[in-house]
């Protein structure tokens, strides 16, 4: 389901995900098990940005939608399509320069990270934009979601929970163990 058909249910869900999502998991660990699941959590992780902002966009919060682009950015700078739909959000909010400024970020990091020059439907928006004459309408080449990744929603919200209350439990047994290494420390030094 687009981002633009999501009922407020659906949002709240899709905003909660995010806010669970505090980085990789496991950060600095590099067995397979959790390259694999921290691999797999960031891309839903960015599946649910990238709903957010088609929701954003066709709904007008120009702002917030900025928001969940960076975001993504933050993880897959090279991500094109996020790119234009942040030249949209700022040209639609008023920030032409700023719509500008995306296209030549976007530009910079597909050449330097791939490179790439940007494909024709970023070029076109460009053109657009640079001519004043971006129409309100998001295209929807640029909303592109599968229906597998809206029925997984409520699934990967529970994994992240699940997730965040075993690495919670995690650290509060290394804290433990330190404190008792520690104590030991401290009783042989008597």
């Given at each position: 389901?687009p981002?633009?058909?999501?009922?407020?249910r659906q949002?709240?869900?899709?905003?909660?995900?995010?806010?669970?999502y505090?980085g990789?998991l496991l950060?600095?660990?590099?067995?397979?098990?959790c390259?694999y699941?921290?691999?797999?959590l960031?891309?839903?992780?960015l599946?649910?940005?990238?709903?957010?902002?088609?929701?954003?966009?066709s709904?007008?919060?120009?702002?917030?939608?900025?928001?969940?682009?960076?975001?993504?950015l933050?993880?897959?700078r090279a991500?094109?399509?996020?790119?234009?739909q942040?030249?949209?959000?700022f040209?639609?909010?008023?920030?032409?320069?700023?719509?500008?400024?995306?296209?030549?970020?976007?530009?910079?990091?597909?050449?330097?990270?791939?490179?790439?020059?940007?494909?024709?439907r970023?070029?076109?928006?460009?053109?657009?934009?640079?001519?004043?004459?971006?129409?309100?309408?998001?295209?929807?080449?640029d909303e592109?979601?599968?229906?597998?990744?809206?029925?997984?929603?409520?699934?990967?919200?529970?994994?992240?929970?699940?997730?965040?209350?075993?690495?919670?439990s995690a650290?509060?047994?290394?804290?433990?163990?330190?404190?008792?290494?520690?104590?030991?420390?401290?009783?042989s030094?008597?």
């Amino acid at each position: 389901m687009p981002g633009r058909d999501l009922d407020s249910r659906q949002v709240a869900a899709l905003q909660s995900a995010v806010e669970v999502y505090r980085g990789d998991l496991l950060e600095g660990w590099y067995h397979d098990w959790c390259l694999y699941g921290r691999e797999l959590l960031q891309n839903k992780y960015l599946m649910i940005l990238d709903k957010l902002v088609g929701h954003s966009l066709s709904h007008q919060n120009y702002e917030t939608g900025q928001r969940y682009g960076t975001l993504i950015l933050r993880y897959d700078r090279a991500r094109e399509r996020t790119h234009r739909q942040l030249m949209r959000l700022f040209y639609l909010s008023g920030d032409r320069t700023g719509a500008l400024r995306q296209y030549e970020r976007c530009t910079s990091v597909l050449r330097e990270d791939l490179g790439l020059q940007p494909d024709k439907r970023t070029r076109a928006l460009y053109d657009e934009i640079r001519r004043d004459s971006l129409q309100e309408c998001v295209t929807p080449t640029d909303e592109i979601v599968t229906t597998t990744a809206v029925a997984s929603l409520a699934e990967v919200l529970g994994k992240l929970k699940q997730l965040e209350t075993i690495v919670f439990s995690a650290r509060q047994r290394v804290m433990k163990d330190l404190k008792a290494i520690e104590m030991g420390g401290k009783a042989s030094k008597h």
